[in-house]
């Protein structure tokens, strides 16, 4: 069975410019959770969602947004992008029961210059 | 949420048993405590979980204490390929729709 895929792997951007991330859960799963990973780190919660609607929200600024689509594969917006973005940004689906047993995807990493 | 508190980092020789210990000594009576890996430029892995006593499967042993207040994190004989992040997480927050909170993990270092 596949895992969680994301892409791209890797992104460069300037600072200003906006970014889109995109994620496929595990099939069957519904729940889609984003996260940010600085270098040194543990990952840090953005959203997550269920059944295309977003069920929690991290402290992140609005500049972040994201959505999930019907088939459940979901994409994280970053506007306005600053050298702070710079991260590995990492998708998990899980089963809505077990929320505490997540699957991550192997991250997208963007670079901001 | 409970908060919690592990080694930053741990040093280790191939073949031996290596045991992190995590204090988590708000542990909520519906939390269940939770193990990640994480290899460098990879996403965290879910390796085991459990509620009380003793958990163990293929990867790793999960000791848990009567009071619930720390978990220990077991990985028999371990090899260079052990060398990751450990990650000890405890509930999720189910009204911020499964929030996962990670803290900074203890990096385990095994040498040949």
């Known amino acids: 069975d596949a895992g969680v895929t994301q892409s791209p792997t890797h992104l460069i951007k300037t600072r200003g410019q906006h970014v889109t991330l995109r994620c496929s859960p595990i099939s069957g799963h519904k729940s889609v959770s984003w996260y940010q990973q600085v270098l040194g780190q543990g990952p840090q919660f953005i959203f997550q969602?269920?059944?295309?609607?977003?069920?929690g929200r991290g402290n992140f600024p609005d500049r972040f947004s994201a959505r999930q689509f019907p088939n459940y594969s979901s994409e994280l917006n970053v506007n306005a992008l600053l050298l702070g973005d710079s991260a590995l940004y990492l998708c998990?689906?899980?089963?809505?029961?077990?929320?505490?047993?997540?699957?991550f995807g192997p991250g997208t990493r963007l670079t901001v210059t | 949420l409970a908060k919690t508190t592990q080694p930053i980092s741990m040093d280790s020789y191939e073949g031996q048993e290596v045991n992190i210990t995590c204090s988590h000594n708000?542990?909520?009576?519906?939390?269940?405590i939770t193990w990640y890996q994480q290899f460098p430029s990879q996403g965290p892995r879910f390796i085991i979980q459990?509620?009380?006593t003793k958990v163990t499967n293929e990867v790793a042993s999960l000791f848990i204490p009567a009071d619930r207040k720390s978990s220990t994190l077991s990985l028999p004989r371990v090899s260079l390929s052990d060398t990751a992040v450990y990650y000890c997480?405890?509930?999720?927050?189910?009204?911020?729709?499964?929030?996962?909170?990670f803290g900074q993990g203890t990096e385990l270092s095994v040498k040949p």
């Open positions: 997480l405890v509930g999720v927050s189910y009204n911020q729709g499964g929030k996962l909170i």
């Open positions: 459990g509620y009380k």
């Open positions: 708000n542990i909520a009576t519906n939390d269940y």
């Open positions: 998990a689906s899980g089963d809505s029961g077990r929320l505490d047993e997540q699957y």
């Open positions: 969602y269920y059944e295309k609607e977003e069920r």
